[in-house]
Nanobody
Framework: QVQLEEFGGGLVQPGGSLRLSCAAS?????????MGWYRQAPGKERELVAT??????NYADSVKGRFTISRDNAKKTMDLQMNSLKLEDTAVYYC?????????WGKGTLVTVSS
């Protein structure tokens, strides 16, 4: 079992920056276990933001060049640095890990981009 908890959400103006963190606890996680950030905007389906596995990183086209994902397996943490935030980045952001075919999710943290 793995428990995930997200930190760092909040209110930010367009063009601003925010850093999200995800802390994992429970069973050991390995660099080969994909971890990722997903988000769900009001009235929309949950979508992938970025994933990282064995240093292989993927970003949604909508965040490329603005967001940076990183992880520290020893510390069981994963971060998402978000720059040049846009109104459409407003969403609840979720941390996810796929540990040998079993998916775990955090409860999410709200990011609101508004002037």
């Amino acid at each position: 079992q793995v428990q995930l908890e997200e930190f760092g959400g909040g209110l930010v103006q367009p063009g601003g920056s925010l850093r999200l963190s995800c802390a994992a606890s429970g069973d050991t996680i390995y660099s080969i276990n994909p971890m990722g950030w997903y988000r769900q905007a009001p009235g929309k389906e949950r979508e992938l933001v970025a994933t990282i596995s064995n240093a292989i990183i993927n970003y949604a086209d909508s965040v490329k060049g603005r967001f940076t994902i990183s992880r520290d397996n020893a510390k069981k943490t994963m971060d998402l640095q978000m720059n040049s935030l846009k109104l459409e980045d407003t969403a609840v952001y979720y941390c996810n890990i796929d540990r040998w075919g079993v998916n775990y999710w955090g409860k999410g943290t709200l990011v609101t981009v508004s002037s």
